[in-house]
């Protein structure tokens, strides 16, 4: 993966999914509902081979019968009336454990055979049903327009109403880089805001989002990173691709239901108006709205940049790397 880097929380991108968005030669913005998926002809199960109640009735005629001749053997083998109560009792035993199988076997294969005939039923009923969307669908898509937007964001809005606020400013020491490209987040994203701080769930420490970018009319968020190679002062590797660190703190905002871009200082300082077309094409992709894209579409697509390691970074401290894009004091 390179820069610039967009991270998007499983729910937006379940939401997407499900939702999906469609541009059309005039520029507008179709909601795709998915209904339309194909449903194909669910088929009759098969009736099972279950043993028949002649069976039962069998098992209790030969109980009958032997229950009737063992009394007559044993006489005539001269036992005695305990033994031959034990004798019946045991075959009695036999018999009931024969029987009481076959009827649960019988009973189990009847309760999976209307178990799938049940199935059967609300299949074919959804295939009915789909079959009469399929019918009328060039009508149905005909009628869909800019305005199932308003309901889209609507839907999105109430998934994002669980996103983790900040907590209050952040202390942490901004990048040199970070102001200028401030006022320029500003000319096109009125709710931006800098430097805000989360609360790590479990820790006494804190996330400080560089920036954070708040869509209103549906609700997400975008934290906005700025990656330098190497502190400006201790000169230490920061953001390598090697260190999970970053990974880690990605995921983490994510969970809180944030969309996350992370773009390279040097990109930030050379392209910010590219890296604001960049924001504003993760939003109207999401939610629709080409309302900044418009502003920023004469601008050139921002150009992708390799992440670094460890030992690219200290390699680009020696050749003091950042000063050749920004004046480190």
């Known amino acids: 993966m390179n820069y610039p880097m967009v991270f998007y929380p499983e729910a937006v991108t379940n939401f997407c999914r499900k ?108 295939y009915q049903k789909q079959q009469i969307i399929s019918e009328h669908l060039p009508e149905i898509k005909a009628q869909k327009s800019l305005t199932n937007l308003k309901s889209r964001c609507q839907l999105l809005s109430d998934l994002m109403s669980n996103r983790v606020s900040p907590i209050g400013r952040s202390q942490a ?28 769930p479990r820790s006494k420490k804190c996330y400080s989002a560089d920036f954070i ?49 992370r773009f390279t200082e040097k990109q930030v300082v050379q392209a910010p108006l590219s890296c604001c077309k960049f924001i504003a094409q993760v939003i109207w992709e999401v939610t629709g709205d080409r309302s900044y894209l418009e502003l920023l579409e004469s601008q050139p697509d921002l150009l992708p940049v390799k992440p670094w390691t460890t030992k690219e970074a200290k390699r680009m401290v020696r050749d003091r790397y950042r000063q050749t894009y920004i004046d480190l004091k």
């Open 19 to 126: 939702y999906p968005l469609n541009l059309s030669i005039n520029n507008q913005i179709t909601v795709v509902s998915d209904s339309s998926s194909s449903v194909t002809k669910p088929q009759l199960p098969n009736l099972p081979i279950v043993p028949s109640v002649q069976w039962l009735i069998l098992i209790w005629l030969l109980w009958l019968g032997g229950a009737s001749a063992l009394p007559l053997m044993a006489v005539s083998w001269g036992w005695s009336w305990i033994e031959l109560l034990l004798l019946v009792s045991a075959y009695s035993c036999l018999i009931a454990a024969a029987y009481t199988y076959l009827l649960s076997y019988r009973t189990k294969l009847l309760s999976q055979y209307r178990q799938q005939i049940s199935e059967y039923q609300m299949k074919l009923a959804t």
């Open 173 to 200: 020491r901004q990048g040199v880089s970070e102001k200028e490209f401030m006022q320029d987040l500003q000319r096109y994203f009125p709710t931006v805001m800098q430097g805000l701080e989360f609360k790590i």
């Open 213 to 261: 970018i708040v869509h209103h009319s549906s609700g997400i968020g975008i934290d906005v990173e700025v990656d330098e190679p190497y502190a400006g002062i201790s000169k230490k590797p920061t953001h390598c691709w090697d260190d999970d660190s970053d990974y880690r703190r990605n995921q983490l905002f994510n969970e809180w239901g944030w969309i996350v871009v």
